[in-house]
T-cell receptor, first 113, second 108 residues
Framework: GAGVSQTPSNKVTEKGKYVELRCDPI?????LYWYRQSLGQGPEFLIY????????DSGLPNDRFFAVRPEGSVSTLKIQRTERGDSAVYLC???????????FGQGTRLTVV | GQQLNQSPQSMFIQEGEDVSMNCTSS?????WLWYKQDPGEGPVLLIA???AGELTSNGRLTAQFGITRKDSFLNISASIPSDVGIYFC????????WGAGTKLIIKP
């Protein structure tokens, strides 16, 4: 597609449930990033993929968070046993290479009730 | 962890006025980026700076990468209503470290 696509755009889930957030990067972009943005804050780095491998997952807050990119294209961010504090906008970005400019999707707004 | 200090937090200005915002960091970055984010959208890149001391313009926007590679400013000249939004600075090594944003509000 023309840009980074994230689905769903909005997700409301109950505390304790499992959610998956999907990111379709720009075709051909090898680098993919997940960020989390709380209201009134800048995005906070979660994880960075180069190809299929997670090159840096130091931003994942705890072991309830996991992300995959099995074929080096689409990525899924998975959150287990969701907590109300997980409520935020989850942004995905991709770039042609690690050092190139990143382009962002519109984000998935996750609300845990 | 690494943090960027972005100021001001918000600005109320008249249409036509010039705007200036800046970011500082305790860490050195290879690249400084300025993004604009509209409500419900992801950030959109405005200007990328790659060299210390670099001054780059994009239309009415001008940004500079500080000599020490620890700071940057963004200027917007002759602001117009569509400039409203939140502006973020971000430092890039291999991941983006973001400022907290500057919210620009234009009084009609």
């Amino acid at each position: 597609g023309a840009g980074v696509s994230q689905t769903p755009s909005n997700k409301v889930t109950e505390k304790g449930k499992y959610v998956e957030l999907r990111c379709d990067p720009i075709s051909g972009h090898t680098a993919l990033y997940w960020y989390r943005q709380s209201l009134g804050q800048g995005p906070e780095f979660l994880i960075y993929f180069q190809g299929t491998g997670a090159a840096d997952d130091s931003g994942l807050p705890n072991d309830r968070f996991f992300a995959v990119r099995p074929e080096g294209s689409v990525s899924t961010l998975k959150i287990q046993r969701t907590e109300r504090g997980d409520s935020a906008v989850y942004l995905c970005a991709s770039s042609l290479t690690e050092s190139a400019e990143a382009f962002f999707g519109q984000g998935t707004r996750l609300t845990v009730v | 962890g690494q943090q960027l200090n972005q100021s001001p937090q918000s600005m109320f200005i008249q249409e036509g006025e010039d705007v200036s915002m800046n970011c500082t960091s305790s860490s050195i970055f290879n690249t400084w980026l300025w993004y604009k984010q509209d409500p419900g959208e992801g950030p959109v890149l405005l200007i990328a700076l790659y060299k210390a001391g670099e001054l780059t313009s994009n239309g009415r926007l001008t940004a500079q990468f500080g000599i020490t590679r620890k700071d940057s400013f963004l200027n917007i000249s002759a602001s117009i209503p569509s400039d409203v939004g939140i502006y973020f600075c971000a430092g890039h090594n291999y991941q983006l470290i973001w400022g907290a944003g500057t919210k620009l509000i234009i009084k009609p």
